[in-house]
């Protein structure tokens, strides 16, 4: 049952207001049309006071259970590190918001389960895990022209998350919370090979990786470029890069490979259409962080979920896709710790 009339707007709140919160927080606050960004819910006071100053938001919660409380609230957005997302989900179903939040699900697969489980038990209310690149404009245009035979039977995709090298390592400190190079960046390329595949269940993988600027990363026993093979059943393929260390910007490109031909997307991580022939040659600027790349796709995706939510929709992720992508981020993650190959038989899938 829907409780939304026509006209009526979805009242959010959001729930952290750090790197990509502040981001998802001037979108609905301004780009996403039938959402009204209603309240704000950070433990630290700056960003509090920041969400007022700058977006005028007026409903302020240091905590999320007064948040959840506030029956002003419809939805809720949550942005807050990863090891939070499954139990802050259970409590919104319970509190009977709908639901959208960053990936990943969780870096375990058994919360993974309780998730899928409870939002069971709330079939009316939407909850919607952030796979961004699924609402990319190119990443959708791949999708259809694959579903359209464009390329013959797709059989692998090649898929890398490259990030601009930090000198400060902000992501040395994120290591140890952020279930390694797997689950955080490669997490986005295996929900993109499933989709573009079919689906297709994994039978087996190996990843493994180096650090080539960054040793503080072995502390965590994480690394800074990885490398992945999945196997999937009926004889599908995925290939993952994921490094932390590019010289030139944010890289993030996908290549699909069929039968009859080949697509990609964004080999050329441009920042924009401009080219300059100079002395060394010709050359782009590039997409220096994965927002400005994905800047639009995040507008469309929380319009996606704001329309669903308003028309009793469904949503075009399922937590079922969302716990698939925990179930393989965690097999190369313990492919890499031990250095054997991982095969998914002692682990069926649910579906
Ligand atoms: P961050 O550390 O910059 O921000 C986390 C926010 O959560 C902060 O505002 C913090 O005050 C708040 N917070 C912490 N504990 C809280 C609690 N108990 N209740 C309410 N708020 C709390 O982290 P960042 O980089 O913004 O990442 C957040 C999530 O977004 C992560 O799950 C990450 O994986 C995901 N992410 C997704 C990306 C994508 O491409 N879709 C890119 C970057 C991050």
Redesign the pocket.
């Known amino acids: 049952m829907n409780s939304f009339s026509a006209g009526d707007s979805v009242r959010i709140g959001i729930?952290?207001?750090?790197?990509?919160?502040r981001r998802h927080a001037e979108n609905l606050a301004t780009r996403v049309s039938g959402a009204r960004l209603v309240a704000a819910?950070?433990?630290?006071a700056d960003?509090r006071r920041a969400a007022r100053d700058a977006l005028g938001i007026e409903r302020l919660y240091d905590t999320?259970e007064a948040m959840l409380a506030d029956p002003e609230v419809d939805a809720v957005f949550l942005?807050?590190?990863?090891s939070?997302?499954p139990d802050q989900i259970i409590a919104a179903l319970h509190a009977g918001k709908h639901v959208f939040c960053?990936?990943?699900l969780s870096l375990e697969l058994e919360a993974c389960e309780r998730v899928v489980a409870e939002a069971k038990r709330f079939p009316h209310l939407k909850t919607l895990i952030?796979f961004?690149r699924r609402f990319d404009a190119s990443y959708r245009d791949a999708f259809e022209k694959i579903r359209s035979g464009r390329i013959g039977k797709a059989f692998m995709v090649r898929s890398q998350t490259c990030d601009k090298n930090d000198p400060d390592g902000f992501f040395v400190r994120f290591a140890p919370t952020s279930g390694g190079i797997f689950l955080?960046c490669s997490v986005?390329d295996i929900d993109l090979a499933r989709w573009l595949l079919g689906n297709p269940k994994p039978t087996r993988v190996y990843a493994t990786g180096t650090i080539a600027l960054h040793p503080g990363l072995a502390e965590s026993q994480d690394v800074d470029n990885g490398v992945a093979i999945v196997e999937f059943e009926g004889g599908k393929l995925a290939v993952f890069y994921a490094s932390r260390t590019m010289a030139h910007g944010h890289d993030t490109s996908t290549e699909v490979i069929g039968t009859a031909g080949a697509l990609n997307v964004g080999r050329n991580p441009r920042a924009n259409r401009v080219e300059i022939a100079d002395e060394h040659g010709i050359s782009n600027e590039c997409t220096p962080t994965?927002y400005e790349r994905?800047a639009d796709a995040f507008v469309t995706e929380a319009q996606v979920f704001v329309d669903a939510v308003r028309g009793n929709e469904p949503l075009p992720i399922t937590l079922q896709d969302a716990l698939e992508a925990t179930r393989i981020g965690i097999a190369l993650r313990e492919s890499q710790l031990s250095g054997q190959a991982i095969t998914f038989d002692a682990v069926p899938a649910l579906a």
């Open positions: 729930v952290g207001l750090g790197r990509l919160g819910c950070s433990p630290i960003e999320y942005v807050t590190p990863t939070l997302h960053e990936k990943p952030g961004v955080d986005h994965f994905f």
